[in-house]
T-cell receptor, first 115, second 112 residues
């Protein structure tokens, strides 16, 4: 069974630009979550999608947005990039939103550097 | 507001000894807790979980203890092995939203 796939793995952008990251969940998983990892901040929850609907949202500004398609693939977008957006962005999928039915499975992440 | 806290950024232990990683939480609605392990350049992988109806869960060398009154959980690794060297994250969920909240992580180094 293929794991969670994230693209691109690495990218470099400049301030003010926008970026779109893509995530393909494990086959059969309908829930996709996004996290931002920065040194000292751990994994900060961005949002979770289930059946194309955003179910949960973290405390990030509106520049961070996401969506989920009918095949459960998800994208997240960051507009007007700032230096502080440099981070590892992790996508995770699970069979259902409720964690008791299975843990989150993470992709390897997309490393974003903003110059 | 960091609802899940791992106050030790790093921990170093000798191979064969016990590793104890700690985690504190503030939200009394949390009722499900997990530990993840992360190697460099890889995504986190699930290690072990515990529900709030239990105070201990064991899986091989890994045991998680939950103290609800203290809002504290810990992960014990016995015996520690060099391959256990990684960043360990605790996570919690519960309440209406059910989203998974992670701590800041503890870097464990097991010395041969």
């Amino acid at each position: 069974k293929a794991g969670v796939t994230q693209t691109p793995r690495y990218l470099i952008k400049t301030r003010g630009q926008q970026v779109t990251l893509s995530c393909s969940p494990i086959s059969g998983h309908r829930s996709v979550s996004w996290y931002q990892q920065t040194p000292g901040q751990g994994l900060q929850f961005l949002f979770e999608y289930f059946s194309e609907t955003q179910r949960n949202k973290g405390n990030f500004p509106g520049r961070f947005s996401g969506r989920q398609f009918s095949n459960s693939r998800s994208e997240m977008n960051v507009s007007t990039l700032e230096l502080g957006d440099s981070a590892l962005y992790l996508c995770a999928s699970r069979y259902l939103p409720a964690p008791r039915t299975g843990e989150l499975f993470f992709g390897e992440g997309s490393r974003l550097t903003v110059l | 507001d960091q609802q899940v806290k791992q106050n030790s950024p790093s921990l170093s232990v000798q191979e064969g000894r016990i590793s104890i990683l700690n985690c504190d939480y503030t939200n009394s609605m949390f009722d499900y807790f997990l530990w993840y392990k992360k190697y460099p350049a890889e995504g986190p992988t699930f290690l072990i979980s515990i529900s709030s109806i239990k105070d201990k869960n064991e899986d091989g060398r890994f045991t998680v203890f939950l103290n609800k009154s203290a809002k504290h959980l810990s992960l014990h690794i016995v015996p520690s092995q060099p391959g256990d060297s990684a960043v360990y994250f605790c996570a919690a969920s519960g309440g209406a939203t059910n989203k998974l909240i992670f701590g800041t992580g503890t870097l464990l180094a097991v010395q041969p």
